[in-house]
């Protein structure tokens, strides 16, 4: 590319740069010329521009001043004031050429009514800029960087023409006769002191001047004779026009300039008035040649001025004179002789309306010329500059560039029609390809990543009438993408070129782009990039994680960091952990994933803290193709507050070889989370200390337990040392000795003699323990089978071996039971360990002291059995209810042994008595009805020696119920009296054992059923086993259920009962398997199946009874629990087992529903007939499909789903395995209640519970004196109970319910004191409302308790719990329990008439943007507290997204319907948070995607919102990952929790801080604490100038009881404008439970300015004066200052004046910022009146960048036009780092002498 350089010089050759015309009068023209020289070694076309948008570009300045108004919104062409010919041309190397520059000043007024009355108007100045340059710059054939066109100033002014006549225009002549002449005489005088005026009268029939022609000197006169000559008779009233002359343009018909040519530019009207009289007749006259025109009454005709063209002294001239003017009589032939012929004499059109330019313009620097209409291009953010200036250039008419509209139409490739072909032949000349813009010339896609693909729009405008046709030519591969590279210009038009880049290679790009115009002129457009790898950046390197109170233990320390993407490519990223020998305690998430162009995403950092976890650790950012950086991790642990609930613990005495348990219990008092190491795990052999280690949660407390199993007799008394993290450590006391054993049996030897084979003999005995230590005893029997040991109290059994543990100083009665089965006799010593060590080991027991040494020896001798009874057992098959048969009596024979035996022969007696004890009976079949059900005949009797005999068994069927079940065992006892008249101690000699089986059963499975609670009218089934046994094929069951009574007294029947089947028993199918679920099936056995079903439309819980009856109507019943209700902190389960399947939908006129998912369509938005939310990953905008039809409708609430809907055992409420999709639902909901409970649940602050352990705590068990020592567990003062939570939530004590309940260490008594608390509480809680009817007292007492009910409770003996998991199930029992109290006692706060709907929305719309209405019953699965809560949300999303993201993209409409879809993005909780905080907007809610297009930004939006409740205190340690998947029942409580504490964000008042600027001032603030507790509060600053308050008092205060304290806030004031914040008093207890918050607005207000400097000075009006003001930066950073100039007529520092002042420089500084961000016409029109028209200061500087202390010379150039004072504030303003005000006192004086040349001033 070669540089080319246009220089400019006077016919003299000197350089010149401003050209000067002088004063010229309006409507002349002056012409110089000027040399242009083409300084290159090629040629150029050159063309010549007005550069109408140059700075101090004057066209039409009123140079007095003193009239200077805002002109009307008129343009002035500049192309008529200044004309350059040739315009245009071609330079060889180094030639030059003369160009003539012609200046034709017009004159301007302000409007079009002020030309009319005073067309002379006052001097004007013009100021113009001509540009020479060449077309090879224009389209690129040059440098880019290189200038190569040259600017030359031309100046001038114009004057008005200053010719008056005197003493008048109106001169009247004397009366005279025909012949005679009179005169007049007329001074002509040139008011004008710069330049002289040539005149010329025009010619008038009967007036003569003399002189005729001539010149008047500047400033000087001329007389002139006016001579009326009387030739005719009459009155003569015409006007004698007198011209001003001089030169003007001359222009060919083709409008170019050829030269100059006299003409008259101005005319003087002068009115002569004559009379010639005579007194002879009035001759006959001959009308000759009739004029053109006459009147109706034949007087001499008069013409208008407008009607006629005989004084028309050029073309286009107007005519302002006014009257009339008399044509001479058509025999006057010598001047007043007219056309012959009539056509030919009609008057033409005047062309007065022809406009010569002359229009009012609008000061110093006139509109833009060119105006090119354009639509906005989004582009990349690359930087495109333009090599030519030409953009701000325009074309003046006679330079062929018009002000034409240019419009954006659609472009052809190749020349189609016969017009395009030949405009696209044509050769273009240099004007004409100037006006073919092709831009910008430099496209920079600045920097831009490797394989991103990059667009920028080349605009192709086209200036000129015809079609012109663009072809481009692109070489390399980066930019093959572009297309189309053809078009064919419309004639005025403008199109865009896509120019796409993409580039494998790193490194810069720079090409060239060639294109040719009509494939003849070539031009071409440099494409420049940076090529770049992908990166990304980090908000920060080294990130420090804080402790946070508000979040419970498990949760760790968490903070985020920021990934910023800067480059236009979406960056993937993966987040590696750098591996240490300590490990990484440290995680990071999302791990993987994509940063958006120029977007941000945040990162959530976790540590999971402990005593030995590292505080440090390091993460690895890989760039995918990019760059690594490194993240540094640290946590910073906060000391905590850590005290032992008891410094010292006692073992007391412990027993030997027996392992002993105490607990400590570490209290944390603090207000962080404290983490503990034991020092020494083991501090005695035997004594183990756990856990390790652990932490202590604020507010709450960790157990240590200490197991102790010594192996020796000691006494200890020991430290264990407890270390903190960030803390000193504490000790923990431990003392007591060790106890050996000393057990005593009462009985030294047992003998068992003449004991008969196949009976039983027992002997008691007393097992004393006399240590102060317990001791566990064992008995090994393993060796003699028929030898076993009972005990009075529970023991541990196991086949051979029997243990029981005896309490210090307690006595157990046992009992050695013998039963021999054949003849044999036994001498051994009783295995016996004591302790674990056996007690017959001497070598074992030679360390241990024992009170006995003596042995206990068994002796036994067995004989044979005297009676033999056979058979020993009987079993029976009856009916019930029928009548006695054969069937139902059986014998058995009773048969003594031969004389021959030992029997016979060692008694004394002949025959042994036998009887049989019927009483036992009674116990077993205590519900029978009257009658005996067995009957034994005979009963007793004797037997001598071989005798026999039988006995008759009968049964009777008649008292044979079903509530036997189908098989019932009896036992009758045999006695004999031998023949020394002993009963053998009353011990039975034999057992008949007696087993009844009903014919005709049935055995129902499950025995009860519970039906997981359903939403109001939704249908839940399940499947019920029918066992049949005896029953014949076809025998019919039938089944009823009582109806139900509600509280109005209606009845329903809510269950209903089929048989899918029929309801007949089918025949026995021999290949019939067992039924899924049911154990044990004996064979012969009928399974029917019975489906149940339960649907209600109210609110219900019911346990109810099912009877199934068979032909001989036996009853078999069941029990049914069921519920249904409208909440989902009841129904949650139900939505858990369907949360894939179903879904809340709201269709306009229904309420919110839940029911089975249809596939939505993809309608989208609250246009859309219904909206839904479905429990998968469905949004909740959806429409419903259209198959929402009648039979849609119809099947909507019956859902039946008997395969999902049957849970492993129907009888029992459990939680589901935690690997299912149910149980991760289900553990949802149990975290979201711990989290609830543990903040909000307990008196005296937080509590950390787990459900169910810390439910099941006894706060207080009655301790028994004489085991004392023996009892495990200390005692915990601090420890709470369910009943604590109850009266803390209700404030009132529970029916039924003491309140300082003692619980019993007796397991049975303590079993039923819980039983009846448990039993009070639901009573209490179903009262209140709650939907418990599935919840037995049993399954809320803890493992222990529940198995001891199980034994002593009928009920629940008749239930199998063998395959429940208790665990389980009390874990789901005490999570309802807990969300119905909640319910009852918190949910139900949340209604109409709360505060938290009213603050901050406007109701007068409510209905036609909420989606329901808040009825009492409005939804089948959401309550009217729950349906408030949805309208709550959904007013503030709707009222706040345009507020909170109307700068960026602002979210679609949505209705709320649900608590986990609708708010998984985030934006309605940040919604909601801003409508209460929005000072939370700016600080974080601007951050957020309002599109997600994947999971990372979902998670960012979560990060965003969790920071924002932490920032609040108000965080429910809800974690972003649980907003991210969130669980209903969760984000209820969360909600909840927002509506309650929200509403007292908003400020109580405004607190206004005033003082002088660049001055500290504050404020008080008084609390008063009406309770009776202390209350402390932490203070919060929250805002964008929160920065600029201060607490000089500290971040909390307390408030003791019934006293008052104060807050101070403080200001450091560098704005003049008011800024503002918000002091927010928040509890310092986690949440701000203990007191309420408290907000108030602070606003700053500046009272007094005192001026940094103030600059006096004294003008002249309209002179120019340049004021020196020297500004410097006092404060301690570098900062950009913007400019403001403020001017007014008083002082605008003094105190009344101060606030008017802010708001003019509030105003204008906005308009300044806005400026500086906008290039457009539009803002720089708003921006001229800041400094600009009719202004008497300006400033050229718009902006000043000042270190700090750098000192800066501000110059303002002041031109008064009014004398007096004015005051000018000059304002320096940084929204950074303050405002600066200086003063300028200018007074103006009067100009007493209006120089007669203005250069310098110009």
Known sequence: MAKQLLEVFDPQGAPLSCLWFGPVYFGTSRMKEVVLRNNAPQACNWVCLLQDTAAGTEVGTDAALMRMERCCQTTQDVSQVLVCVPNQGLLKAHEKTIVAVCFSPICKSSCEEKKKSDPSASRQDFCVSLLFDSVESRHGLIHHNGNSSVELAVTGYGLPVSLVPSPSQRFVFPNCVRGQCVDLQCVLQNLCPQLPVSYRFHKLAHFTTKPSTGTIAPGQCQDVVLVFTARQLGSFQVCLKLDVLDHAVRRDSN????????????????????????????????????????????????????????????????????????????????????????????????????????????????????????????????????????????????????????????????????????????????????????????????????????????????????????????????????????????????????????????????????????????????????????????????????????????????????????????????????????????????????????????????????????????????????????????????????????????????????????????????????????????????????????????????????????????????????????????????????????????????????????????????????????????????????????????????????????????????????????????????????????????????????????????????LGAPVEMSPSSLEFHVEPLALQSDANTKTVELKAVCKASFFWQSSVSKHVKWWLDCREIAVQTENRTEGELCIVSPSSGSLGPSQSISLTVSINPEVITTGFGRVTKLSLPLYLEDGKGREKEHQPYRELSITIALLHCITIHPPQIFLTPTPLGSEATTTVTLLASGYPSGTTVSAEVDEVELADGTKIQPVSIIFPEGNSIPAQNQDQSPRVGIQNQEPNVTSLTCSVAFCAALPLSLCTTITFTDHLHNRFKMKLRATADNCLLTVWPYMALHHSMHQIVYTGATPVLLRRYLTPSPAFGPASSSSSSSFDHISSTDKISDGDSASSQASRNTDVTPNRDTPTNLGFPEFPAADTEEGQYYQSVLLAVERWFSFFGWPRGPHPISVPNTLRVLPKVQMNPTRRQTYQASQNRDSRSVVDMLHHLTGIHIPGILVCQTFSTDINQRTNQQLQQHEAMLAFLSVQGACLGHIRPAYLLDTEEFKHSLQSNEEERGLDYSSVNYESLSKRSWTDVLLQIYRVLVLCRVSDSGSALNTTLNHDNETEILPFSSQSLVSNVYSSCECHLLRWLHMHYKSMRTIVWGTGGVPPERWIVNFDLDLTDGLVLAAVLAAYCPYLIHSHFRRMYTMISSLEQNLHNNIIVAQALTTLSLNLDVQPTDLSDPNPVQMLMLCVHLYERLPQFLPLETITLSGDLHSTFSKRVLLKNPSSKPIKYQVFLFGEDAHLFSLPGGSSVTIPSKVSAEVSVEVSCSFMQPVEAFLVLISSSPCGYYGRTLTFKLKTHVSRITPTNTVKCKSPCCKLEIIQVPVTNPFNKPAEFSVVLVESRFNPLKPENIDRLVGQASSKANIKMTADKSCGKDMDEKCSGINGKGSEFRSSVRNVHLTPGEVYTLNIFYRPICSGTKYCSVLLACPQVGDMVYMVEATAELLLHVPSHCQAQT
């Open 255 to 862: 409008t170019a300039v050829t030269g100059l040519e006299p003409c008259s530019i101005h005319t003087v009207p002068l009115y002569l008035s004559a009379v010639c009289e005579t007194t002879h007749p009035k001759p006959k006259l001959n009308p000759g040649i009739l004029p053109a025109v006459t009147n109706p009454t034949g007087s001499p005709p008069v013409l208008s001025a407008d009607k006629t063209r005989l004084h028309k002294h050029r073309k286009g001239r107007s005519q302002d004179t006014e009257g009339e003017e008399s044509l001479a009589f058509p025999h006057d032939r010598a001047t007043s002789i007219r056309p012959a012929h009539r056509q030919r004499r009609q008057p033409e059109k005047a062309e007065d309306d022809v406009d010569i330019g002359i229009v009012p313009s609008q000061g110093l620097v006139p509109p833009s010329l060119s105006v090119l209409e354009s639509s906005k291009i989004s582009e990349t953010k690359p930087n495109c500059s333009s090599a030519s200036p030409a953009g701000k250039c325009s074309c003046p008419q006679h330079m062929t560039s018009t002000t034409r509209q240019v419009n954006s139409q659609v472009m052809s490739a190749i020349p189609s029609t016969s017009q395009m072909v030949a405009d696209c032949n044509r050769t273009l000349t240099a004007h004409e390809l100037f006006q073919v813009v092709i831009g910008p010339l430099l496209v920079d896609f600045g920097e831009v990543c490797v394989q991103s693909v990059c667009v920028q729009k080349l605009k192709l405008t086209n200036h000129l009438p015809v079609f012109v046709w663009l072809q481009f030519e692109v070489d390399c591969p980066e930019l093959q993408g572009s297309s189309p590279l053809s078009h064919v210009l419309q004639p005025h038009s403008l199109s865009t070129l896509p120019l796409t880049f993409q580039s494998n290679m790193l490194g810069r790009f720079d090409r060239p782009v060639s294109y040719s115009m009509n494939k003849q002129h070539r031009g071409r457009i440099l494409v420049q990039a940076q090529v770049i790898p992908v990166a990304l950046e980090l908000s920060t390197t080294v990130l420090v994680l804080h402790p946070n109170h508000t979040l419970l233990a498990q949760s760790g320390y968490r903070s985020s960091v920021t990934l910023r993407n800067r480059r236009n490519l979406a960056t993937e990223f993966k987040w590696r952990p750098v591996d240490t020998e300590n490990g990484i305690m440290f995680s990071i998430r999302p791990s993987t994933g994509a940063v958006e162009p120029f977007s941000e995403l945040d990162c959530e950092v976790v540590w999971y803290p402990s005593f030995s976890s590292s505080p440090e650790g390091d993460f690895d950012l890989c760039v995918q193709e990019g760059n690594t950086l490194r993240l540094h991790c640290v946590a910073k642990v906060a000391p905590a507050s850590v005290r032992l609930a008891e410094e010292q613990v006692r073992f007391g005495s412990v027993p030997l070889n027996m392992p002993s348990i105490r607990t400590a219990v570490l209290h944390n008092t603090g207000k962080h989370h404290a983490f503990f190491q034991v020092q020494d795990v083991c501090p005695l052999p035997g004594m183990v200390v756990s856990p390790v280690e652990g932490v202590v949660p604020n507010g709450g407390q960790t157990t240590l337990r200490i197991h102790f199993n010594p192996d020796s007799v000691i006494r200890f008394s020991i430290r264990v040392e407890i270390a903190l993290k960030n803390k000193k450590s504490i000790e923990l006391r431990v003392d007591g000795s060790v106890e050996p054993p000393d057990v005593h049996i009462s009985v030294h030897q047992f003998q068992f003699y003449e004991v008969y084979a196949g009976s039983r003999r027992s002997m008691p005995f007393a097992l004393t323990n006399r240590s102060s230590a317990p001791a566990s005893v064992t008995f090994d029997l393993t060796e003699h089978t028929d030898f076993s040991v009972h005990f009075s109290q529970p023991s541990k059994k196991k086949p051979g071996v029997n243990a029981v543990e005896v309490q210090s100083n307690q006595t157990v009665d046992c009992s050695i039971v013998f039963s021999p089965t054949h003849v044999d006799w036994y001498d051994f010593e009783l295995p016996m360990i004591v302790n674990g060590v056996r007690w017959s080991d001497k070598s074992s027991l030679q360390s241990v002291t024992v009170a006995t040494q003596q042995s206990h020896r068994v002796k036994a001798i067995v």
